[in-house]
């Protein structure tokens, strides 16, 4: 069976890390494209950062701003997103998804992806 399941959410003040997880479990993360979304409360589910499979290639949103690292653990069949400098606008569902290693679809384009987590809070206050 296909899942992704993210966790590492919670709580943290302004200017805190978290580090969030997303392990894959029927298919292997290193064949795949990986994106974390978010969603927070009454905004449309935005891109923060993608890792492209077998290459490694990264992006990451205009409002990361050098904050965020995204890496991948295949022995784990993870994909890690690290947080710092966590600011009071993070605060969001965060999701990760999958979708078959391809070029030429945006890596920001929700509607590609084949594969969803269940999402995990990140909480951050001032």
């Known amino acids: 069976q296909v899942q992704l399941v993210e966790s590492g959410g919670g709580s943290v003040q302004a200017g805190g890390s978290l580090r969030l997880s997303c392990a894959a479990s029927?298919?292997?993360?290193?064949?795949?494209?990986i994106s974390w979304f978010r969603q927070a409360p009454g905004k449309e589910r935005e891109g923060v950062s993608f890792?492209?499979?077998?290459?490694?290639?990264?992006y990451y949103g205009h409002f990361v701003k050098g904050r965020f690292a995204i890496s991948r653990d295949n022995a784990k069949n993870t994909v890690v997103l690290q947080m710092n400098s966590l600011e009071v606008e993070d605060t969001a569902v965060y999701y990760c998804?999958?979708?078959?290693?391809?070029?030429?679809?945006?890596?920001?384009?929700?509607?590609?992806?084949?594969?969803w987590g269940q999402g995990t809070q990140v909480t951050v206050s001032s």
């Open positions: 998804a999958a979708r078959i290693s391809t070029y030429g679809s945006a890596w920001y384009l929700r509607d590609t992806y084949t594969y």
């Open positions: 029927g298919f292997n993360l290193d064949e795949y494209d």
């Open positions: 890792i492209r499979g077998n290459t490694d290639r990264k």
